[in-house]
C-alpha cells in the first residue's frame, strides 16, 4: 500500500461498472446523510432538544414528555384569559386562540412521530446497517487487492524456478479470493437501486404527513378565524378606532386556498369601513394590491404584487369582490387582495 502510494508499485484497477457502483453508493450515503440531518432540524429546531433525545435515545430510555411551543403558547393565552376574565371580549378571543395553539402543537407532535418512523428511520437504517455492510466489504476488497498485486509482485522479483512455481500459485489463489471479493461486493453496491426505491416510498409518506398536518393547521386556523369573526365589530374595534370602523378579517393568499380545496373556502365576514363606503356609492379609488392573484377565468383581472389599479363595486356584485382596472383591462378582484389607498 505504501508503495503505491508512492508510485513505486503496480495497481490492479478496479472494473469501471464497480468504479461507478462505489461512487453511486458514497454520493447516496453523502446526500442520505444531509437529508436526515436537516429533516431532524425541520421537525425540532432545538438544538438542546436535539441532543437531549439522542443522549436518551443512546442510553435506550424514553425522553421525557414536554410542551412544544405551540403548546406552552396555547398554554399561556388560556391562563391570561382566564385571568382577564372568560366573560371579557379579550379573554375569551384568548382562551379561543389558546385552544387552537394547543390543537396546532399536538398536530405538530404526530407529524414528528409519523415522519420519525416512516421516513427519518428508514434512512438512519441504511447508514448504520447496509451502507456499514458495504464499507466493510469495501475494505475486504481492497485487502484482497493488495494481497493479490503483492503476490504479483514477488513473482516478478522470482529468479529461481522453484520461487517462481509457488509465486504463480500464490498468485493464482489471491486472484480467485480477489474475483471472489469483488462479486461479494458488486451484488450489494447493486442494491443501491433498491435502496433509492425504498426511499422514494418513504419520501411520499413524509410528504403525506406534512399535507395532513398543514391542512389539520389550516382547517384550526379557519376555524378559529370565525370564531373570531363571530365577535360583535365593537370588540374587534382597537383602542384608538371608533367602534363603528371594525377590523378586517385575514383571508390567505389563494395558493393556500388551491392548495386545500378539500377545506371550506374562506369568507370575509367582515370588511374595511374604506371597502363599506366605496361599495355604497358609485365613485372609485385607487388600491395597491397585497398579493399576486391569477385569473381563474376571462372575468377575473390577474394582479401583481404592490401595483396600483382603480377599483369600484358594481350593483349586485358579490361583497367578497371589486371590479378592477389597469389601463384597458378590466375584471374582477378579491377585495382580500387589496389595500385601500386615500
Known amino acids: 500500500f505504501t508503495e503505491e502510494k508512492l508510485g513505486q508499485a503496480e495497481k490492479t484497477e478496479l472494473d469501471a461498472h464497480l468504479e461507478n457502483l462505489l461512487s453511486k453508493a458514497e454520493c447516496t450515503k453523502l446526500w442520505t446523510e444531509k437529508i436526515m440531518k436537516q429533516t431532524e432540524v425541520l421537525l425540532q429546531p432545538n438544538p438542546n432538544?436535539?441532543?437531549?433525545?439522542?443522549?436518551?435515545?443512546?442510553?435506550?430510555?424514553?425522553?421525557?414528555?414536554?410542551?412544544?411551543?405551540?403548546?406552552?403558547?396555547?398554554?399561556?393565552?388560556?391562563?391570561?384569559?382566564?385571568?382577564?376574565?372568560?366573560?371579557?371580549?379579550?379573554?375569551?378571543?384568548?382562551?379561543?386562540?389558546?385552544?387552537?395553539?394547543?390543537?396546532?402543537?399536538?398536530?405538530?407532535?404526530?407529524?414528528?412521530?409519523?415522519?420519525a418512523i416512516n421516513f427519518l428511520t428508514p434512512l438512519r437504517n441504511f447508514i448504520e446497517g447496509d451502507y456499514k455492510t458495504i464499507t466493510k466489504e469495501r475494505k475486504l476488497l481492497q485487502n484482497k487487492r493488495l494481497d493479490l498485486d503483492a503476490a504479483k509482485t514477488r513473482l516478478k522479483k522470482a529468479k529461481v524456478a522453484e520461487a517462481r512455481a509457488a509465486?504463480?500459485?500464490?498468485?493464482?489463489?489471491?486472484?480467485?479470493?480477489?474475483?471472489?471479493?469483488?462479486?461479494?461486493?458488486?451484488?450489494?453496491?447493486?442494491?443501491?437501486?433498491?435502496?433509492?426505491?425504498?426511499?422514494?416510498?418513504?419520501?411520499?409518506?413524509?410528504?403525506?404527513?406534512?399535507?395532513?398536518?398543514?391542512?389539520?393547521?389550516?382547517?384550526y386556523m379557519l376555524d378559529l378565524q370565525k370564531q373570531l369573526g363571530s365577535f360583535p365589530s365593537t370588540f374587534l374595534s382597537n383602542n384608538n378606532q371608533s367602534s363603528s370602523n371594525p377590523v378586517q378579517s385575514v383571508s390567505p393568499p389563494s395558493v393556500l386556498a388551491s392548495a386545500s380545496a378539500s377545506l371550506p373556502s374562506v369568507t370575509n365576514s367582515i370588511v374595511t369601513s374604506g371597502i363599506s363606503e366605496l361599495k355604497s356609492s358609485s365613485g372609485s379609488r385607487k388600491a395597491r394590491v397585497l398579493y399576486d392573484y391569477d385569473a381563474a377565468n376571462s372575468s377575473e383581472l390577474s394582479l401583481l404584487a404592490d401595483e396600483v389599479i382603480t377599483v369600484y363595486s358594481i350593483?349586485?356584485?358579490?361583497?367578497?369582490?371589486?371590479?378592477?382596472?389597469?389601463?384597458?383591462q378590466k375584471g374582477k378582484v378579491p377585495i382580500t387582495y387589496l389595500e385601500l389607498l386615500n
Open 49 to 115: 432538544a436535539r441532543i437531549e433525545e439522542f443522549v436518551y435515545e443512546k442510553l435506550d430510555r424514553k425522553a421525557p414528555s414536554r410542551m412544544n411551543n405551540p403548546e406552552l403558547l396555547g398554554q399561556y393565552m388560556i391562563d391570561a384569559g382566564n385571568e382577564f376574565g372568560p366573560g371579557t371580549a379579550y379573554g375569551n378571543a384568548l382562551i379561543k386562540c389558546g385552544e387552537t395553539q394547543k390543537r396546532i402543537g399536538t398536530a405538530d407532535r404526530e407529524l414528528i412521530q409519523t415522519s
Open 315 to 328: 350593483p349586485g356584485m358579490d361583497s367578497d369582490w371589486l371590479m378592477g382596472e389597469r389601463g384597458n
Open 167 to 219: 509465486s504463480e500459485q500464490e498468485v493464482r489463489i489471491t486472484q480467485s479470493e480477489f474475483d471472489r471479493q469483488a462479486e461479494i461486493t458488486r451484488l450489494l453496491l447493486e442494491g443501491i437501486s433498491s435502496t433509492h426505491a425504498h426511499h422514494l416510498r418513504c419520501l411520499n409518506d413524509f410528504v403525506e404527513a406534512q399535507m395532513t398536518y398543514y391542512a389539520q393547521c389550516y382547517q
